[in-house]
């Protein structure tokens, strides 16, 4: 009998451990959550869905702005020193600017004299894609959004360890989340 009721008491205990440990996991699961953006003017912007997008220049011309459209859509590069992200060290998530695709943890930038923000290590395989740019007597590397194909900046091999790679970008193509936000 009094076995009986010391496996019935352990079977309490292990059953109240259970439910605590999902009460815990899911609090740390909507602390977690991460805040995304959303841009009314244009549509197909989005910081979860991952489904590529294949529109028109014609359609991303009515749903960017004049400067984003310029470098997303024709490779237009910005001035450098633009704004304040190139030296930002603030913990967040990067996106894309036209489409919200998931690029780059703020863990994965570096401060680089060159004046465009700049980071070592894409957050994903699909995020960003690239291509041969020989554009203007040059031979570099196109990156690119791995969702909606926009221009992001390009890709050198004169970054820091452990990867070697410098993701030059322009500003203007991404959008900051600051991580406490
Ligand atoms: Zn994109």
Known sequence: MKKQFTILLL???????????????????STSMKPSLSK???????NTDTKKINIPNSEWKKVLSPDLYAVAR??????AFTGTMWNSETKGTYYCAACGNLLFKSNQKFVSSCGWPSFFEQENKESITFKPDNSYGMQRIEANCGRCDSHLGHLFDDGPAPTGKRYCMNAIS?????ENQ
Request: a negative charge; aromatic letters at 10%; hydrophobic letters at 25%.
């Open 74 to 79: 024709e490779a237009d590069t910005e001035r």
């Open 174 to 178: 991404l959008d900051f989340v600051p």
């Open 40 to 46: 009314p003017e244009n549509p197909y912007y989005s």
């Open 11 to 29: 079977l309490t205990c292990l059953m109240f451990q259970a439910c605590a440990q999902t009460t815990t996991s899911k609090t740390s699961k």
